[in-house]
C-alpha cells in the first residue's frame, strides 16, 4: 500500500467521532492529518494517528472500513486470531460495526512499515527484475501458506461459526453462495458451474485457516519478514483454498504487458508456480500437503469467484477499467469450460 491523498473532511471527522464512541473517550484528535491508503478495491483505507491517543490506539494506525458489517466482523475475527497466535499480520486494535457516525463498519489495526514485492514496477521494470522476483516471490508465499496452515484452527473456527450474518462457513457454502449471485445476476451458466463443482468436491476434509487471497499485493515485505494482509474470504477450510488461488495468480500474472513481453510472462509465471508448490511441499506438514486432483478443484473454485464476481458487476453497471479479475477473466473462462469473450494471453495457463 502506499499514501494517496488526504481523507476528505466529513469522513476525517465521521472517522473520529466512531473511535470516540467505541473507546469512550471525548475529545480524540489527530496528531496529523490523515491520509488515504491506495491499494485495497473493496474497503477503504486510512492511515492515521492520534493525539494523546487511548493505550488500545497507540502509534500509526490504518482504518479499514468496510461496507458489510458481517465481513467485517468476520476477517476481524480471523486477523485477530493469526495475530494472537503470532502469525505475521496486523494485529487489530479495534473492531466496530455500522451503528456509528462512519455508518460503515471499521477495522483498526497497526500500519505496516513495508510494500508489495511488485510495487511500483511497471513493464521496463519487471523485465529487469525477473531474477530477483523468481527467487523470492514464491518462496515468501510458500513460507507464508505453510506458516499459517500449521496454526491451530479451532478457536477462530468456533468465532466464525458464532457470528449471526449468514456467511458460509465451509467451501460447499462457499459455492452455495456464488450460485445465489450468479442468479441474482442472471448467470444460469455459472450456476452450473458451482453444482459441477459442489458435486464433485474432494472426499478428503483436511480444515487449517485457509487465506484464500494469497497474492503479491497483499504480502508486504518489512525489515523483520512478510506480513500477510486482506482476510476478507479467509476461512478454515481445506489447505487447497489458498493454494489453488495462489497457483491461479502465479500462472497467470494479471499484468498487462504487450507483445513478446506478455508471452514471456506467461512463461514466468509457470515457473512461479511450480517453485511455489515445491517450496510449499519442503516446508508444510504431511498432513496439509495439497494433491493434483485437490488443487485442480480449488483452482476451479477461485476461477468462478472471479466470474461471479465480474458478472454481479457487469448486472449492476459496475465493472471497473483498472482490476486484476479483467485480466484473468478469460483465463477463469477456459479453465471452466466457458466460451471465452476476451483476448487470452497465448502462453497463458489453464
Known amino acids: 500500500m502506499s499514501d494517496g491523498h488526504p481523507v476528505a473532511p466529513d469522513t476525517a471527522a465521521a472517522l473520529l467521532a466512531t473511535l470516540e464512541h467505541a473507546t469512550g473517550r471525548d ?16 474497503a477503504e483505507m486510512v492511515r492515521f494517528s492520534l493525539a494523546d491517543p487511548p493505550p488500545e490506539l497507540p502509534g500509526d494506525l490504518v482504518a479499514r472500513i468496510v ?13 485477530r486470531d493469526v495475530a494472537r497466535q503470532g502469525f505475521p499480520t496486523p494485529a487489530v486494535r479495534l473492531i466496530a460495526d455500522e451503528r456509528t457516525p462512519l455508518g460503515r463498519a471499521l477495522l483498526v489495526m497497526d500500519l505496516v512499515d513495508g510494500s508489495s514485492t511488485l510495487s511500483g ?21 510458500a513460507a507464508l501458506a505453510a506458516q499459517l496452515h500449521a496454526l491451530d484452527p479451532r478457536s477462530v473456527d468456533a468465532e466464525l461459526g458464532a457470528l449471526d450474518g449468514g456467511i458460509p462457513t465451509t467451501t460447499i457454502g462457499f459455492l452455495e453462495g456464488q450460485i445465489w449471485q450468479a442468479a441474482v445476476a442472471d448467470r444460469p451458466d455459472l ?7 459442489i458435486s464433485t468436491e474432494p472426499t478428503r476434509r483436511r480444515r487449517v485457516i485457509s487465506h484464500g487471497d494469497l497474492h503479491p499485493f497483499n504480502v508486504l515485505v518489512t525489515a523483520t519478514g512478510p506480513v500477510l494482509i486482506d ?4 476461512r478454515v477450510a481445506h489447505p487447497g483454498f489458498t493454494l489453488g488461488f495462489t497457483d491461479l495468480m502465479l500462472s497467470n500474472p494479471p499484468v498487462e504487458l504487450p507483445g513478446p513481453a506478455g508471452l514471456a510472462l506467461g512463461r514466468i509465471g509457470r515457473v512461479l508456480a ?30 468462478l469467484r472471479i466470474l461471479v464476481e465480474l458478472a454481479g458487476w457487469d448486472a ?14 478469460p483465463v ?10 476476451g483476448p487470452v494471453r497465448q502462453d497463458s495457463a489453464s
Open 332 to 341: 477463469s473462462q477456459r479453465l471452466l469450460g466457458l466460451p471465452v469473450t
Open 316 to 329: 449492476a453497471g459496475t465493472r471497473p477499467t483498472s482490476h486484476p479479475w479483467l485480466i484473468l477473466e
Open 231 to 234: 482476510w476478507t474470504i479467509a
Open 191 to 197: 450456476i452450473a458451474v458451482a453444482e459441477q463443482l
Open 121 to 141: 514496477l511497471n513493464g521496463a521494470r519487471i523485465i529487469t527484475q525477473i531474477p530477483a522476483i523468481v527467487r523470492q516471490l514464491p518462496d515468501q508465499l
Open 27 to 42: 475529545g480524540l484528535a489527530y496528531a496529523t492529518p490523515p491520509v488515504s491508503l491506495q491499494g485495497g478495491y473493496y
Open 274 to 303: 511450480r517453485r511455489f508448490h515445491a517450496r510449499y511441499r519442503a516446508l508444510a506438514r504431511p498432513a496439509d500437503l495439497v494433491d493434483d486432483a485437490e488443487l485442480a478443484w480449488h483452482r476451479k473454485v477461485h476461477a
Open 67 to 79: 461496507p458489510n458489517p458481517v465481513v467485517a466482523a468476520w476477517e476481524g475475527a480471523l486477523q
